[in-house]
């Protein structure tokens, strides 16, 4: 935890909660929170928490953000932006009830991989809708829509999870951290709190952070929507 408040906050899900990290002298600081809440509460005086959770969701049919994305990022990594949740099976306990509901509501059914992360999205969209301070710092980034618009637009061939795709990824992050500083917080980072990849999401959340306070960053959509809560629906980068 930062001994005093850091104006930028990078944030992506890892095995036991939520890898934070932020520029410190002439490299970063970092941590794990068990819990969103812990989290914004230990950054209070951030001016942008960019974090890679869903944020405002539609009561149905599919997000524009997830959509404009997949368009964004394009080629065989489009398939890592996946469909939000509809607002309607936030509460699901099962993944066959969250299907069952989502089919009702949507006409779609509901996958794996997005049940996994119910919880987390659960978790972010409750804090923000209690908490208006947070609300006005937290945006919604994902990995390889900031990678993509780091590559002049064009989003990443190589998996992140592949040799060549993280260092093709702590390559372009180096371009504007510093390649030794990022090589460094890869190599720091304890596994048990963060997997590589997870390090190097948290990053690139970090890049859209920066050009987010600096009135730089693009939206998906742009302008940006609401969802029916009053939450901004955006992906930023």
């Not at 819990?35 to 009561?59: E, F, K, N, Y």
């Amino acid at each position: 935890m930062p001994s005093n408040p850091v104006p930028l906050i990078g944030v992506d899900g890892a095995r036991s909660g939520w890898f934070a990290v932020w520029r410190l002298g002439r490299g970063f600081g970092f941590d794990l929170y068990a819990r969103a809440q812990h989290l914004v509460a230990a950054h209070m005086g951030a001016d942008v928490i960019a974090v890679d959770i869903p944020i405002g969701l539609s009561d149905r049919d599919g997000r524009a953000p997830d959509a404009l994305a997949r368009k964004f990022v394009g080629g065989k990594r489009a398939s890592s932006v996946f469909s939000a949740p509809v607002r309607g099976v936030l509460d699901a306990q099962t993944r066959a009830e969250a299907s069952d509901r989502h089919r009702l509501i949507d006409s779609r059914g509901f996958g794996a991989q997005a049940f996994a992360i119910l919880p987390k999205i659960r978790e972010w969209d409750t804090l923000l809708r209690g908490d208006a301070h947070a609300r006005d710092r937290v945006r919604e980034v994902h990995p390889e829509v900031s990678f993509a618009a780091m590559n002049a637009g064009v989003g990443l061939v190589p998996s992140k999870r592949s040799d060549e795709g993280r260092a093709l990824r702590v390559e372009l992050l180096g371009r504007h951290f510093g390649q030794d500083a990022v090589e460094a917080l890869v190599a720091q980072v304890p596994r048990r709190l963060a997997a590589a990849d997870d390090v190097v999401d948290a990053l690139a959340a970090l890049w859209s952070a920066e050009r987010i306070q600096a009135g730089r960053a693009g939206s998906l959509p742009s302008p940006s929507a609401v969802d029916s809560t009053g939450l901004q629906m955006a992906i930023w980068y």
